[in-house]
């Protein structure tokens, strides 16, 4: 699907673009292909999801165009060109700071290959305006949400769906795995007995998160109650998802948003770091659950140290501080 819509937006900026000069269309194939070449093997070699490439993608073509407006070719592209096309996008300083580093990865790439001497991105800078801090919610804040979502689930006639949306909330918050590794979650991937799940995560990595107790028994509660009912309306040919819609088929990302609108599954992911963070669960744990390649990544989550303390860990510790008299 996401082939399609990047196919069909480049059909569509084919169309811009001969309109704007259509003596320079030779010109514009070229950074077409460059920039096929580019989300090709940015996919292979460093194994970038679907969705990774399609935006790569979607924003170099958005650029090429930019510049086809003004006769520029990707290659010819200075400075002040990619200043005034970062200008031009009415977003916010963060977003233009992504737009920017996919466009310095694009033309590092054209160095690499010989293709270009020198980058027109390389002295380019967007103050930073934004706080890179994961958002999250407080324990309290979530323990309510998922309490008011088990009353729901455990009335006398409770649906099979009101049981899947609590059991979904529970799960996000148990094994702080992403909305769609928890869509393309099967039976087969769920060990129960060892509390953990199967899950392929960004860039095809693959990793068996741990699913704290709660969320493995609220797991057992909506396979007995509820998937049972929901299967049923399948068809011929029932779906092996983990989670089913009231027809019986799989989730899809748009009804996951809907379901769990208090909190995002994101925020559920950040939130179950945080507070794992908090309770002084290492730092190791934390990041193998998250499946960050690196763990600085996980740093983020690491609870700040107040400056009082450092200085009393350095007066007792440090060696400079252990033979001078006090």
Known sequence: MVDDRAKDTRQRLRKVAFVICPDCTAKHAADQELIEKFCRRRGGAKKWGEKTVFNYRLELLKYSVFLFAAGISLLEAEASDLRKFLKAGDTTDRNTAKELSMLRGFYLWLMKTGRLGFSPATFLRIKKTWSNKPRSRSEDEVKEILENAWKIAH?????P???RDWTLKEFFYASAVRRFECANIDLRNLDLKDLTVWVKGKGGSERTPQIDPRGVEA???????????LRAKSGKAPSEALFLTRYGTRLSLATINRIVHEISPHVYRHSWAQHKANAGVSIKKISVNLGHREQKVTMIYVPAV???????????FHPSERDRPH
């Open 155 to 159: 009335e006398p006639n409770a649906s």
């Open 161 to 163: 769906l009101a049981i």
């Open 306 to 316: 107040p400056f009082e303390e450092l200085q009393e860990a350095h007066r007792q």
């Open 219 to 229: 797991v057992k509660f909506y396979l007995k109650h509820a998937r049972p009912k």
